[in-house]
C-alpha cells in the first residue's frame, strides 16, 4: 500500500469551479507539503504544515487553501479555479526528526477549462 | 529571496556517456541539499548533503556539496536509457522548508 495517496487522480474542472485535492498519509509524519509542478518551474511550495494546528503558506499560496484535519490528512483547496491553476499538484510528507527527506504522493493533474 | 538553479535545464546524450548536472543555491538557513529523481511519477529521493567535500553514491550515481561555492554536482557514469528523468535539485532550509530547482531533463539515448 502506498504511504502518501492522493485523490483524485485527474481533474477537468472549468473555471469558477470550487476544487478540493486530498492527501493521506500512513508514514506517522508530522510534516506535510503541497506543491504544483508546472513545466520549465520546478516544484512550487504552496502551503505546509508542521502539525495539526499549524498551517504556513509557501511561495504561491494565492487562490489556494489548506485544511490539516487530523496528522495523516491535508487537503488543498482551489476556492475558485482559474485556467492557470492548470498543473500537477504534489503532496509530500517529512519525518520531525532524522533526514527531513520529503516523501511524495503520486501526483493529481488538474486541468482548468 | 531563496532561489535555487539547475544547469542545464536539459540534456541529450547517449548510453554510455557521463553527465554532470550542477545545482547552485542562495538560501537564508542552509541545513541540507537533496536530489531527486522524477520519472512519470512523484519525484523519489536519490542523495542528501549536508557536509562539504564528502561524496556520497549510490552505484553509477554520486554527488558531492561545494558550501563554499553555494552548490552541488549530481554526476551519473555509463549511463542507461532508464536514467531518463527529471532530476530535481532541492535545499533544506533549518526549519523545514525544500525550495526546488526547475530541474534538468536529461534524456538518454540507445
Known amino acids: 500500500d502506498a504511504d502518501v495517496t492522493q485523490t483524485p487522480r485527474n481533474r477537468i474542472t472549468k473555471t469558477g469551479k470550487r476544487i478540493m485535492l486530498e492527501c493521506s498519509q500512513t508514514?506517522?509524519?508530522?510534516?506535510m507539503y503541497w506543491y504544483r509542478q508546472d513545466p520549465g518551474l520546478g516544484l512550487r511550495l504552496i502551503y505546509y504544515?508542521?502539525?495539526?494546528?499549524?498551517?504556513n503558506k509557501g511561495e504561491i499560496s494565492d487562490g489556494y487553501s489548506v485544511s490539516r484535519q487530523a496528522q495523516a490528512k491535508f487537503s488543498l483547496s482551489l476556492e475558485s479555479a482559474i485556467p492557470n491553476q492548470t498543473a500537477l499538484y504534489f503532496c509530500a510528507t517529512s519525518d520531525l526528526t532524522g533526514t527531513h527527506e520529503q516523501f511524495f504522493g503520486p501526483g493529481t493533474r488538474l486541468t482548468v477549462l | 529571496e531563496d532561489k535555487v538553479v539547475q544547469s542545464p535545464l536539459s540534456l541529450v546524450v547517449h548510453e554510455g556517456d557521463t553527465v554532470t548536472l550542477n545545482c547552485s543555491y542562495e538560501v537564508t538557513n542552509f541545513r541540507s541539499l537533496l536530489w531527486y529523481k522524477q520519472e512519470k511519477k512523484a519525484p523519489t529521493f536519490l542523495f542528501m548533503l549536508?557536509?562539504?567535500?564528502i561524496e556520497k553514491k549510490s552505484g553509477r550515481l554520486s554527488s558531492i556539496l561545494d558550501k563554499k561555492e553555494l552548490s552541488s554536482i549530481l554526476n551519473i557514469t555509463a549511463t542507461q536509457t532508464g536514467d531518463s528523468a527529471i532530476y530535481l535539485c532541492?535545499?533544506?532550509?533549518?526549519?523545514?522548508?525544500?525550495?526546488f530547482g526547475q530541474g534538468t531533463i536529461l534524456t538518454v539515448h540507445p
Open positions: 549536508t557536509s562539504s567535500g
Open positions: 504544515s508542521f502539525d495539526v494546528k499549524d498551517i
Open positions: 532541492a535545499v533544506e532550509e533549518s526549519y523545514g522548508k525544500l525550495t
Open positions: 508514514k506517522g509524519h508530522d510534516r
